[in-house]
């Protein structure tokens, strides 16, 4: 088995014992229990029938209460082994069910963990087609690894045990042998054919993904009339998983008719055995029934083990992928002894800052400035100056590759992210809202805030009589990514969930620069409100958006190349005038081609 493969079942052993529950271990040991005596009466059963039917035969000499105490007993038994095998199951379902949560949960907050580098990467629907197949894949693990493939090996011990002791070796033997050449024959196919569930498992999720992006970017694909394209994509996938399917269930029939074949080729051997013993003499009609009752008691887990054991190995094929997402090591850590950021006025500020996504390619170059607390610092130029990199390092998406950046005189690397993030507020340019209602998007800013709190932040982001007009009010679903919505009701959700928020510092992040004039304007002015009094870095490409700020900071390649107030630099002729006269220029030209209003009537 791979070494990837015994880390996954490793990773779930913890779970068959879990330390921090008392009630789960109990359970875990009445399961156990609860096997031993199904299993006890599985293997009595036989021995009861041969009992019954030996006091049936024409020559036996007992009273007739006899076979029918015989009868119950063996009756009995096989409720018994029945009903305890259920017991088991009902007990150990809330172990396997609490288990498949804790990893998937544990699983879901890694994700949350891991830096936005892996999930600028990553696909969400392959993705999240693994996370769904590793929780099902780990269901059947922790049920059938311990209560079917090793319970299965001690019977047939037993059963081995048995006919030993009662008749001779070579009945153990035949069935040993048997149940060997099973197990070896079932082991050696399924690894051959492994690959192809794995090919099969790798097509579904590049077919999956492929679906999921296209039905993302729906409008996109109507735009350029390329929904030809993109089923000539998912189908080109598609054959691809279809090849693989059908040579895994043409393998799987391959491995069927083998375990049948051996299976039939031991059961003849031991019956011929038994009818030559009965025939001599040495064993009665009872032994013959015993021995085909044992066989037949056999077949069925013999053949059950072979599909546990092919469950078992595509299961771990299944998990692999989620277990490989559980090792992604986390690019930002908080450090050993970070601490809370303390309450503070809200100063930042960039220490000779240097960084790059890439070593080969800086983005920023010894880049230092300072928002005092209360203050709008401004910072504008041309896209891919390194605006945009400025909140997300902030926000400590990424660290710094040198130099600091400090809250409140704190380096944000020693304080924990949860303390700096809870201190933070942003609007970006492309505000991205849940596919639930108003009131849930509203409330993701403080989700334990009232609705007097909730409604009064709409108010200030002036979205609050927009709101109580639609139908459903608060209660008004907005969609996939909040598609239902324009470009600026989105916005002022925003604005309102950053309110409710009540962070001690706020980033604009373009926040206006995907609307037109009027909605811009409506839209600065709610900014505007917001931020009074707030520390505020306002990263922005419409120079117009800024003319307000106490400091204006020019951001090219890198650097900074000129900063201060609006009337400052534009009085020094330099770049910032320059950007403000084309801008301006390309504004005075948008409003001439408006149409004249119609005189009125």
Not at 565 to 578: F, M, T, V, W
């Amino acid at each position: 088995m791979e070494s990837e493969q015994l880390r996954a079942i490793r990773g779930l052993l913890p779970h068959l014992w879990p330390r921090q529950s008392f009630e789960l271990r109990a359970r875990v040991a009445a399961s156990l229990a609860c096997l031993l005596v199904a299993k006890l009466a599985t293997v009595a059963v036989p021995l009861y029938y041969k009992r019954a039917v030996d006091a049936l035969s024409p020559h036996a000499s007992v009273l007739i209460v006899a076979p029918i105490a015989l009868i119950l007993a063996y009756s009995g038994l096989r409720v018994a082994g029945q009903a305890f095998g259920e017991l088991r199951d009902a007990l150990f379902a809330k172990v396997a069910q609490r288990a498949v949560r804790s990893i998937a949960l544990d699983t879901f907050r890694h994700l949350h963990s891991l830096a936005l580098r892996f999930h600028l990467d990553r696909q969400t629907g392959g993705m999240s087609r693994a996370i769904e197949r590793g929780t099902a894949g780990i269901t059947f693990l922790l049920s059938f690894m311990l209560f079917n493939v090793l319970p299965t090996l001690v019977e047939l011990a037993l059963v081995s045990a048995v006919l030993w002791k009662l008749y001779s070796f070579a009945f153990a033997a035949v069935t040993l042998v048997t149940i060997l050449f099973y197990i070896g024959f079932t082991v050696t196919v399924t690894e051959w054919r492994t690959k192809f569930r794995r090919e099969m498992n790798e097509r579904d999720t590049e077919a999956n993904a492929k679906a999921i992006d296209s039905l993302l970017n729906y409008e996109t694909v109507k735009y350029f009339n390329n929904e030809e394209h993109e089923a000539r994509r998912f189908d080109s996938a598609l054959a691809l998983y279809e090849r693989a399917a059908v040579r895994s269930q043409t393998s799987l029939s391959a491995l069927n008719i083998g375990q049948g074949a051996v299976i039939a080729v031991g059961l003849t051997a031991v019956m011929i055995m038994a009818g030559q013993g009965v025939a001599a003499g040495r064993m009665t009609v009872g032994d013959f029934v015993l021995v085909n009752s044992y066989l037949v008691q056999l077949y069925l887990p013999l053949n059950f083990l072979g599909f546990v054991y092919r469950q078992i190995r595509q299961s771990l094929a299944d998990i692999e992928q989620m277990m490989r997402l559980l090792r992604v090591e986390r690019e930002i850590e908080d450090a050993p002894g970070a601490i809370v950021l303390p309450p503070g006025p809200g100063a930042v500020e960039f220490d000779h800052v240097r960084f790059a996504y890439d070593p080969r390619r800086p983005i920023l170059e010894d880049l230092g400035f300072r928002v005092a607390p209360g203050r709008m610092v401004a910072v504008v130029g041309a896209s891919g100056a390194g605006k945009s990199t400025l909140s997300r390092l902030l926000y400590r998406f990424y660290d710094v590759t040198g130099g600091a950046i400090r809250v409140d005189g704190h380096d944000l690397r020693d304080l924990t992210q949860a303390s700096l993030r809870r201190a933070i507020g942003i609007v970006p340019q492309d505000t991205v809202l849940f596919n639930d209602t108003i009131r849930y998007n509203i409330l993701y800013g403080r989700p334990g805030a009232s609705q007097a709190e909730m409604e009064e932040a709409a108010r200030l982001a002036r979205i609050h009589d927009f709101v109580v007009s639609l139908p459903d009010g608060y209660a008004t679903r907005v969609g996939e990514r909040g598609l239902k919505l324009s470009g600026g009701e989105k916005q002022r959700v925003a604005i309102a969930r950053v309110i409710l928020k009540r962070p001690r510092i706020l980033i604009f992040d373009e926040a206006t620069s995907a609307l037109d004039s009027k909605t811009e304007k409506e839209i600065q002015a709610s900014l505007d409100s917001v931020s009074a009094g707030t520390t505020t870095l306002v990263i922005a490409h419409r120079l117009s958006t800024v003319v307000g700020a106490d400091q204006i900071l020019v951001l090219e390649a890198g650097r900074i190349v000129e900063r201060g107030a609006h009337a400052e630099l534009l009085a020094r002729e330099g770049i910032y005038a320059a950007m403000w006269r084309r801008q301006m220029e390309a504004r005075r030209g948008e409003e001439a081609q408006l149409p004249e209003p119609a005189p009125a009537q």
